[in-house]
Antibody
Framework: QVQLQESGPGLVKPSQTLSLTCTVS??????????WSWIRQHPGKGLEWIGY???????YYNPSLKSRLTMSVDTSKNLFSLELRSVIAADTAMYYC???????????????WGQGTMVKVSS | YVLTQPPSVSVAPGQTASITCGGN??????VHWYQQRPGQAPVLVVF???DRPSGIPDRFSGSNSGNTATLTISRVEAGDEADYYC????????????FGGGTKLTVL
């Protein structure tokens, strides 16, 4: 069974780049079997989808974040990553990585979630 | 595309809770539902409108028609108290995942 684990800095300064990784265990990230996603949750608020990446490198990004966002896959380390540039206080949130089976296409449900990692943007 | 959920629903133990998710012609989309207990990651409880992942009790069921999708929880237990989110894929324009605002289920 695939499991996901997020990692990254708990604190990022405004205007800097937030970098997070999600390590995949129990399966191969380049098997073609899954879409790999990032989702965030502002404190006390609802869920916000950030974007998908497929093992091939194809991506779908939230239009509201697209100009600051890059997602990538590292098959040698079996992980995928998020980079969010020029962060502001409003980027403070719990960041989750999640996945769903590729046969469902981009409309599939997120059936696997990481535990989440809290990121605070502050000087 | 916007998904509208009631902020809160309250129900007594043993009763049935219905949580709605409104959206324009949502009946034409696949709707997924997540349960999130405090301090925990979301858990998928219903996918593709009506299906349950393995391990999810059959007390959880879903329906979707017209402009409203509904998550129904029968024989509600104290452990069902959580936030519930609906989710769809909007492939029509920006190709994005949309979440509803969430509903806090309180077990009285």
């Amino acid at each position: 069974q695939v499991q996901l684990q997020e990692s990254g800095p708990g604190l990022v300064k405004p205007s800097q780049t937030l970098s997070l990784t999600c390590t995949v265990s129990g399966g191969s990230i380049d098997s073609g079997g899954y879409y790999w996603s990032w989702i965030r949750q502002h404190p006390g608020k609802g869920l916000e989808w950030i974007g998908y990446i497929y093992y091939s490198g194809s991506t779908y990004y939230n239009p509201s974040l697209k100009s600051r966002l890059t997602m990538s896959v590292d098959t040698s380390k079996n992980l995928f990553s998020l980079e969010l540039r020029s962060v502001i206080a409003a980027d403070t949130a719990m960041y989750y990585c999640a996945s769903h089976v590729a046969v469902a296409g981009p409309a599939g449900a997120f059936d696997i979630w990481g535990q989440g990692t809290m990121v605070k943007v502050s000087s | 595309y916007v998904l509208t959920q009631p902020p809160s629903v309250s129900v007594a133990p043993g009763q049935t809770a219905s949580i709605t998710c409104g959206g324009n012609n949502i009946g034409t989309k696949s709707v997924h539902w997540y349960q999130q207990r405090p301090g925990q990651a979301p858990v998928l409880v219903v996918f593709d409108d009506t299906d349950r992942p393995s391990g999810i009790p059959d007390r959880f069921s879903g329906s979707n028609s017209g402009n409203t999708a509904t998550l129904t929880i029968s024989r509600v237990e104290a452990g069902d108290e959580a936030d519930y989110y609906c989710q769809v894929w909007d492939g029509s324009s920006d190709h994005t995942v949309i979440f509803g605002g969430g509903t806090k289920l309180t077990v009285l």
